[in-house]
């Protein structure tokens, strides 16, 4: 079992930064492909970003590639999201998720542990 809480989020204007972050706690959580989903009103959680649990593996959506890096820090049970070059459409509810062992995952369906998601807001 693994609990997630995600922090970080807020009203920042178009080309500002955030940096999210992803707080694990229970058990082998250096264990778990970490990934980060997003929802906006009105749509489907959609893939941003997700990192494996060696921390060898990382892969964006298209849509976030040379703003968004992923990383990870097992000693601290903690997954980050840094977001440069933030834009209006970067706007969503920002989720991060939790499965075993599993490379590569970008389907929410494949993620058994989600958090409870933080609100970004970017302005124009």
């Known amino acids: 079992q693994v609990q997630l809480v995600e922090s970080g989020g807020g009203l920042v204007q178009a080309g500002g930064s955030l940096r999210l972050s992803c707080a694990a706690s229970g058990r082998s959580f250096s264990s778990y492909t970490i990934g980060w989903f997003r929802q906006a009103p009105g749509k489907g959680r959609e893939f941003v970003a997700s990192v494996s649990w060696s921390v060898t593996f990382t892969d964006y959506a298209d849509s976030v590639k040379g703003r968004l890096t992923i990383s990870r820090d097992n000693a601290k049970d903690t997954v980050y999201l840094q977001m440069n070059s933030l834009k209006p459409e970067d706007t969503a509810v920002y989720y991060c998720?939790?499965?075993?062992?599993?490379?590569?995952?970008?389907?929410?369906?494949?993620?058994?542990?989600w958090g409870q998601g933080t609100q970004v807001t970017v302005s124009s």
């Open positions: 998720a939790a499965r075993r062992n599993t490379w590569p995952a970008r389907s929410p369906s494949e993620y058994v542990y």
